[in-house]
């Protein structure tokens, strides 16, 4: 599909979603999408490269002044949750860690090699407080999700990723008193996806529950 970055993409608001967003999770890592760019640098310039662009520029700061940001949905056990896009480095095949001996904490599953580099993996069951009975089918992880923030980097199982979603602030609304003290501790608020509740986590808060966690 051309320009399929602006339709069924991150840019684009059709339905259904580009499938490769699992994988890739951005247009910008997408083969299609480095192609196309790869393309424009090597053409001639035109009228139509110029609207094209003008178009692009004029939508990115439409999106800032309106404040909207991209946000990654995932599943922990029967929680819907969801963290900003830039956060996440990629997304990965389950795998297994290796526990470290005589480490207590419970949040701290062990080290996992990813990609040939040594990383933490971490729970979010566990630090988000979600408790739930795990199935014998469901003791292993579908996915692997890796986050960065600049300094550290973490890794951790997810039941399922549903892909990107464009979320404004307004549509936030105040976590419900039946949610556990620990999970809305990390939560900024909940939002509709599918006539569901989805928390967006606070990912400052998560990243310091996380530090904070292993040192225990």
Partial sequence: MENCWKIIGVWGRETPRCPELEKVIHCRNCEIFIRAGRRLLDRDIDDEYRREWTEIIA???EQEIVGTFSVVIFRVGKELLALRTQLFAEIVESARFHSIPHHKSPVLKGIINVHGEIQLCVCLRTLLGINEKITEERKIPKRMM?????????????????GIYPLHPGLLENIPV???KTASTYSRGIFQWNNSDVAFLDDERLLYGLARSIKN
């Fill in 59 to 61: 939508a990115a700061k």
């Fill in 178 to 180: 039946t949610v556990s």
């Fill in 146 to 162: 890796v986050i960065n923030d600049g300094a550290d980097q973490w890794v951790f199982p997810v039941d399922e990723v549903y």
